[in-house]
């Protein structure tokens, strides 16, 4: 499934739509699934026509989350630093 954000709860929302009481190995088989936008079945793939590689892709997400990742240890770090500052003011305040 490819899941996307439903754009109303009356007629788009998977789970407001779908009964999984009484689903059981006997009757699954024969349970039919809605065919939303919010939940989209990825297309088959054949010989004819091959999985499409996102290579293009791949490799701007690298290079936007390299720095995003490297941003977020540098705050906690900062964060952690100032908690031992702080933790340390305290300590000899109270001495």
Same mark, same amino acid.
Request: with cysteine; hydrophobic share 35%.
């Given at each position: 499934? =490819? ?14 739509? =779908? ?57 906690? =770090? ?11 003011? =305290? ?5």
């Amino acid at each position: 499934m =490819v899941w996307r954000e439903p754009q109303n709860h009356f007629d788009d929302c998977y789970f407001c739509l =779908v009964n999984i009481n009484g689903i059981n190995r006997n009757n699954r088989s024969k349970w039919t699934y809605p065919d939303l936008v919010s939940a989209r079945r990825p297309d088959p793939h054949s010989e004819l026509e091959p999985i499409q590689r996102l290579t293009s892709y791949q490799s701007s997400v690298r290079t936007s989350i390299v720095p995003l990742i490297t941003l977020l240890i540098l705050m906690k =770090v900062k964060v952690i630093l100032r908690g031992c500052h702080e933790f340390l003011n =305290v300590s000899t305040r109270m001495s």
